[in-house]
């Protein structure tokens, strides 16, 4: 089977000829490169280069055209700090006053160097690769967008506060964030990671939620045409799961101190379910530590497919060493071959 | 005496649902027979500290822990005291290490001004090299760092070095994820939620001079 037709097949609920793994490396391909972080997002010609080079090195399922989530950010006219090991942050946010909303001027995709270089790399590897793998494009959501451009602290002030202002906030990031969903798709992404930490349970309740960032992702994802899947960067989904899956979204990411099991109960049959392994406990592992994980995850939610074995957060941190990327993938090869006999005998750590 | 288990209940709940005027109508209340100092340390901590047991729990959300420090520290303000600080102890600073996520330290900061401590407030974005100096320059004896990314929580170690006299506590994502990520960098103390800090601030504060 091809990458994308184990995918596709899991993501049918149906069981492929392993399970699929999803390593997202972003700024990790400098390290590949042995580059500068700067200077490997300067070219996207690097980010193509690297992406395939890695698919290939950790036997991984998707390439991942994320450079970093600031590059939206830089569009709208604020910046990004680049570090020497790690993604690029987002510089202090650039809306100082609630009134700045009012005079917001909504970023067009094909005229922004930062989002044009993404949209080149995806076409790089789309013509490299065909279709033998998914392309995975990322937007943070609408709802999620405020934190860089705002801070978080008054974006929530925002939201309490000034709702006619937050929703005047919402309809500029929605036009943006559906036209640059679409324009990585049209570039050859074949699946947008929706990110929005912003809706999980973690940051707000779900009274709040319903009210915001579900009707928002509702609105936004039905004006994206491909698939989507929802991310929420290391926060709760549980209890908000019946609920995202009515947004229209594929696919659902799963956090570590949430039961893998519940969430893979729940979701099958509605939503794929991607993760969960820990990304900042994954640097000191040992092979057979990063087995173990891998085994014991494969066992609570691989079976009867719906399920793509991934990190919790949505990017692999810098610090990860080669090994235990390596190990993964080792692992997903040696326990995730379908049928999963021997699952029946497992005995689950607590 | 301690303040009735119920009162403590509608107190949480109130802040929880953002109910100001329940709120107010409460500490008025005690206001009457209570010291500001009771008031804090029997009602206003304890009940920031279960907030934040509740919202490692998945009870609460983070804009709820938020919002219950941004009107504890009102309450404090309006009611209680005037910015003189009802516990002398050494000083402390507190700041967002190398970006320019601020809610944490917000979130600490207010929670540590309604339990009656002051302390200096270094902003967002700052370097290792302008927290040194800072740090040195004020004579804090403590000092509170806030992190959202896993590499900017690796510069604790190099702050640590350069700073071996200062107790430093460390809260944020990454300390949350990794619990072997505060020893690692050799912090003196971490925090999972924002109203941990109270109760470790109270600890350090009677050990440090």
Redesign the interface.
């Known amino acids: 089977m091809t990458s994308l037709e184990r995918v596709s097949t899991s993501i049918q609920f149906k069981e492929p000829d392993r399970v699929p793994l999803f390593l997202p490396l972003s700024a990790y391909g400098a390290k590949e490169l042995g580059i500068s972080i700067k200077d490997y997002f300067s070219d996207p010609k690097n980010v193509a280069k690297a992406q395939i080079r890695m698919r290939k090195k950790y036997d991984s399922d998707f390439y991942f055209t994320l450079f970093y989530a600031a590059v939206e950010v830089e569009a709208w006219g604020g910046g990004a700090i680049f570090n020497k090991e790690g993604s690029p942050n987002a510089k202090r946010p650039f809306i100082r006053k609630f009134e700045d909303i009012k005079n917001l001027v909504i970023p067009k995709v094909k005229e922004s160097p930062s989002l044009l270089k993404v949209l080149q790399a995806t076409q790089m590897i789309k013509d490299i690769a065909g279709d033998e793998a998914p392309i995975v494009g990322v937007i943070v959501s609408p709802f999620s967008l405020p934190i860089m451009q705002l801070g978080f602290d008054k974006y929530i002030d925002l939201i309490y506060e000034q709702p006619e202002l937050f929703n005047i906030l919402m309809k500029a990031n929605q036009q943006f964030s559906i036209e640059w969903a679409n324009a990585q798709i049209e570039s050859g992404a074949t699946l947008i990671s929706y990110f929005d930490p912003m809706s999980s349970p973690t940051i707000i309740p779900r009274e709040l939620y319903l009210k915001t960032g579900y009707k928002i992702a509702k609105q936004t994802i039905a004006n994206i045409k491909g698939p989507t899947a929802t991310s929420f960067a290391s926060g709760r989904s549980l209890s908000i799961l019946e609920d995202v899956a009515k947004t229209g979204t594929a696919a659902i990411t799963a956090i570590e101190t949430e039961d893998i099991t519940e969430v893979k109960k729940l979701a099958y049959g509605k939503l794929n379910v991607i993760g969960n392994l820990n990304g900042i406990e994954m640097r000191h592992w040992t092979e057979k530590q990063a087995e173990e994980k891998v085994k014991d995850l494969i066992a609570r939610a691989g079976s009867g497919g719906g399920f793509i074995l991934s990190d919790h957060h949505g990017e692999i941190p810098w610090q990860v060493p080669e090994e235990v990327l390596k190990s993964i993938s080792k692992a997903v090869n040696t326990w995730g071959k379908y049928p999963l006999d021997w699952v029946k005998d497992y005995e689950y750590k607590q | 005496m301690d303040i009735d288990k119920k009162t403590r209940k509608i107190f949480e709940q109130g802040l929880i649902s953002?109910n100001r005027v329940k709120v107010k109508d409460i500490i008025q209340e005690l206001n009457d027979e209570w010291t500001p100092s009771d008031i804090v340390d029997n009602l206003i901590t304890p009940v920031l500290g279960d907030i934040g047991d509740r919202w490692e729990a998945?009870e609460?959300?983070?804009?709820?822990v938020?919002?219950s420090s941004i009107i504890t520290e009102e309450l404090i303000d309006s009611l209680l005291l005037t910015k003189t600080p009802i516990k002398s102890h050494p000083k402390m600073a507190i700041v967002v290490l190398?970006?320019?996520?601020?809610?944490g330290k917000?979130i600490v900061y207010k929670a540590l001004r309604s339990a009656g401590f002051v302390l200096e407030d270094y902003g967002?974005?700052a370097s290792v090299d302008q927290l040194v100096r800072r740090t040195n320059d004020d004579d804090v004896k403590i000092l509170l760092i806030s992190v959202l990314?896993?590499?900017a929580a690796?510069k604790v170690s190099e702050l640590k070095r350069s700073l071996p006299n200062v107790k430093i506590i460390v809260g944020g994502?990454?300390f949350r994820?990794?619990k072997?990520?505060a020893n690692e960098v050799g912090a003196d103390e971490m925090g999972t939620n924002a109203f941990e800090a109270i109760e470790i601030v109270n600890r350090l504060t009677s050990k440090v001079k």
């Open positions: 953002l998945g609460v959300a983070l804009s709820q938020y919002m190398d970006d320019f996520h601020a809610l917000i967002l974005g990314m896993l590499p690796l994502a990454p994820l990794d072997q990520l």
